[in-house]
């Protein structure tokens, strides 16, 4: 919820606030945790996290914050749409890595059988 509160929406960017923002220090009591974490806990917890949201936006209508009309729906439905771009972007990021470095690995075996 603080990624989405302060733009932060990829997995990188939230590790990266991790490592220098003393606010995220506190709220998660030291823990840095790495993109393929944030990532993971994402990827784990979405229908969670989306709950989540949604009762946070409930909270905001109760307490007058937002009204819920039409510019309220827009704004949610275009951050879940870069939400979404940027998660999809993290997890093709994340299988191109891990492809390149099973092809490492895949080559130095191949070099000692090779000798």
Not at 27 to 35: A, E, R, T, V
Not at 82 to 96: K, M, P
Request: net charge positive; glycine share 8%; aromatic share 8%.
């Amino acid at each position: 919820m603080y990624g989405y509160r302060h733009g932060l929406l990829s997995s990188h960017k939230l590790h990266q606030a991790c490592q220098v923002n003393v606010e995220l220090w506190w709220l998660l009591k030291g823990l840095k945790p790495s993109p393929q974490n944030i990532l993971c806990f994402r990827k784990n917890n979405a229908p969670a996290l989306k709950k989540a949201l949604q009762h946070f936006v409930l909270l905001l209508k109760e307490w007058q914050l937002i009204d819920g009309g039409t510019k309220t729906k827009l704004i949610s439905f275009y951050n879940a749409a870069v939400a979404f771009r940027e998660l999809l972007g993290d997890t093709v990021n994340h299988l191109r890595h891990e492809t390149h470095a099973k092809v490492q690995a895949l080559g130095c075996h191949l070099k000692g059988i090779g000798s």
